[in-house]
């Protein structure tokens, strides 16, 4: 994938832009399982995936709960964390192999004073949106299933139904049980 394929849903930019974006960004690979962000840890860096998902999780003692699933052709970042520049209260681990594109703040910033086209990058800090609405808008389970399946598609093809249910805040009987009306009905 292009820089220019990766910065299309941010904005339009020249090839010079292209080509400081390239050499300020590292591609990076992970194996299924390996983290990317330690809980505790400041976030520092925001991520574009080439391919693979992530899964961002709070843990107590036995129990994850599912903050973010993320998908190839997404940014991903601890948003909090990295906005505030304060420790993470969530890990981000590989779900399953994956290549990332990584764009340090640092990085980032220095291509913002290089070139104003990079202001437009600020588009991919409106990601969180999904899950404000998610649960902002006091949903029914079917409407929280249905919004996510057309927010994220892949989403239902790559988790399994226990993840999904944990991002979606329901049970898994619960999803299985809309899953299963959406094919009668």
């Not at 960004?25 to 505790?40: C, E, H, M, P, Q």
């Not at 902002?136 to 093809?157: E, F, G, S, T, W």
Request: include cysteine.
């Amino acid at each position: 994938m292009s820089a220019q394929e990766i910065l299309a849903s941010a904005g339009s930019f020249s090839t010079h832009d292209l080509l400081l974006f390239e050499e300020k960004t590292l591609r990076k690979v992970f194996k299924k399982n390996d983290t990317i962000l330690l809980r505790g840890e400041i976030c520092q860096s925001v991520y574009f995936i080439l391919y693979g998902s992530f899964v961002q999780f709070q843990s107590n003692d036995a129990t994850e709960t599912i903050i973010d699933l993320h998908l190839p052709k997404e940014w991903m970042y601890n948003h909090p964390s990295l906005i505030e520049q304060k420790p993470s209260g969530t890990t981000i681990k590989a779900f399953e192999d994956a290549e990332v594109i990584e764009l340090s703040l640092s990085n980032l910033h220095e291509l913002i004073a290089r070139s104003p086209a990079f202001l437009s990058l600020g588009r991919i800090f409106g990601q969180a949106n999904h899950r404000t609405y998610l649960f902002d808008n006091a949903l029914n389970p079917a409407q929280k299933y249905n919004y996510i399946k057309n927010a994220k598609p892949l989403i239902v093809q790559v988790f399994p139904v226990k993840m999904i249910a944990s991002y979606l805040k329901i049970t898994p009987e619960t999803l299985s049980r809309v899953r299963a009306n959406r094919y009668i009905s």
